[in-house]
């Protein structure tokens, strides 16, 4: 620790330096559980602080009070707004034309998918309408046999009575 320093100084893990680390658990409370902050950030702020000193120093120690500021250039400034802008809107005019581009890839791509599920379940359409069309003349079929064995049936029976007669 530096005499002229109060404040301690602190290892790269963070931890202050000539201090002891105890090797078993502490108990820690959520203020405990803090990380202080590293050397390096003390000394970068340090370091700040003392430049900007440095620099009010000097501007003061040179400034003439009898001397007139110069005027800023608002022209400038806000030519050099309208340049920032005018390059923004280019830049958003050349992402919405790329945007516009990569949309209507989409949208064809979108769209043959699109006609391909529609031809895709037409033909299931098809081929369900032609089982069922095919079922139905099955059952047709079916029901004339049925119909025509009962008529023989019925035949045979009225042979019968007459014979039996």
């Known amino acids: 620790m530096d005499h002229n320093n109060p404040k301690p100084?602190?290892?790269?893990?963070?931890?202050p330096v000539g201090q002891h680390v105890p090797l078993s658990p502490q108990p820690t409370s959520p203020t405990s559980t803090?990380?202080?902050?590293?050397?390096?950030?003390?000394n970068h702020n340090g370091e700040d602080e003392q430049e900007r000193s440095d620099d009010a120093s000097d501007?003061?120690?040179q400034a003439d009070p009898g001397t007139q500021i110069s005027d800023f250039n608002w022209d400038g400034l806000a030519e050099r707004y309208h340049d920032a802008m005018r390059e923004c809107s280019n830049n958003e005019a050349e992402l919405t034309s790329e945007f516009e581009r990569l949309m209507a890839f989409f949208r064809i791509w979108a769209n043959a998918g699109h006609m391909h599920e529609i031809e895709r379940?037409?033909?299931r359409l098809r081929t369900r309408t032609l089982h069922v069309q095919h079922s139905e003349s099955e059952l047709e079929q079916k029901r004339l046999h049925y119909i025509r064995v009962v008529q023989a049936f019925q035949s045979a029976l009225q042979?019968?009575?007459?014979?039996?007669?």
């Open 59 to 61: 501007s003061d120690s």
């Open 121 to 123: 379940t037409f033909s």
């Open 159 to 165: 042979l019968l009575q007459i014979d039996g007669a």
């Open 34 to 42: 803090e990380r202080p902050p590293s050397n390096q950030q003390q």
């Open 9 to 15: 100084d602190f290892d790269a893990s963070g931890r």
